[in-house]
C-alpha cells in the first residue's frame, strides 16, 4: 500500500476532523481497551461472546495480523479526544473463493449515528476491491435490527439462514446501491475516496 494511504484526513458528516489508518500490531493496547468501552450487548452482537470486558489474545491477534492481499483492518480516529478511537472494520478474503471477503463492523456505542460505519465501510470497499475482491459478506444476529436496518440502507442484500441474516455487497458495481440516504453518504465515500486506492 503507497505511503499515503497509511493515514488520511477527512471530515465526519457534522464536519468533526478526523483520520482514518490501517492498524497493526503496535494497536494492541487500544484495540483493548476499545473493547472494554463497547457496552456488553455491542460486544455480544459484534463479538457472539459474552466473555467480559476483557478481548482474548487470540482475537487480538487474529484482528491484527493484516495480511498483505488477505486480511485489513482501519480505524476511524478523533485525537482531540482522550480515547482517540471511533470504529474499526476488517476483512478477511475467503480462502476457497478469493474474489470474496467477509466483512465486519464495530463503532463505539458513544459514536452511532455519526457516520463512521458508512466511511469506514468505503475505506474497506476501495482496500479489498483494489485487491481484487468483489463481493463483501457480512455477518449480523436477527435481533439487532440497528445494524440490519444499516447493511440494507447501505446496499447489502439479505438472507437468512435460520440462525444468522447474512448480507453481501457487490464491490464490483456502485449503481446497485439503494436510493437511501445512507447509500448516498457511502456513495460520496467512494467517490472521494477512490482515487486514493484505484489510481
Not at 5 to 20: C, E, F, I, K, Y
Amino acid at each position: 500500500m503507497p505511503p499515503d494511504h497509511h493515514r488520511l484526513a477527512l471530515q465526519l458528516r457534522d464536519g468533526t476532523p478526523v483520520s482514518a489508518r490501517p492498524l497493526g500490531p503496535a494497536d494492541r493496547e487500544n484495540l483493548a481497551t476499545a473493547y472494554q468501552l463497547l457496552s456488553p450487548d455491542a460486544r455480544y452482537q459484534r463479538f457472539w461472546t459474552r466473555t467480559g470486558e476483557v478481548i482474548g489474545d487470540r482475537m487480538l491477534d487474529r484482528l491484527l495480523t493484516v495480511d498483505g492481499d488477505s486480511h485489513a483492518i482501519w480505524a476511524v480516529i478523533d485525537n482531540s479526544r482522550e480515547y482517540p478511537g471511533m470504529g474499526a472494520a476488517s476483512y478477511w478474503r475467503y480462502p476457497d473463493d478469493p474474489t470474496k471477503a467477509e466483512f465486519s463492523c464495530t463503532v463505539l456505542d458513544r459514536d452511532h449515528g455519526r457516520g463512521i460505519g458508512t466511511l469506514l465501510l468505503a475505506l474497506l470497499w476501495l482496500d479489498a476491491y483494489s485487491k481484487g475482491i468483489e463481493e463483501f459478506v457480512g455477518y449480523t444476529m436477527p435481533e439487532n435490527q440497528q445494524v440490519i436496518g444499516w447493511m440494507l440502507a447501505t446496499g447489502g442484500q439479505g438472507e437468512w439462514d435460520g440462525y444468522k441474516a447474512i448480507f453481501r455487497w457487490n464491490l464490483a458495481d456502485v449503481s446497485l446501491l439503494p436510493l437511501t440516504p445512507t447509500a448516498g453518504e457511502l456513495a460520496e465515500r467512494l467517490a472521494a475516496l477512490s482515487s486514493r486506492f484505484l489510481g
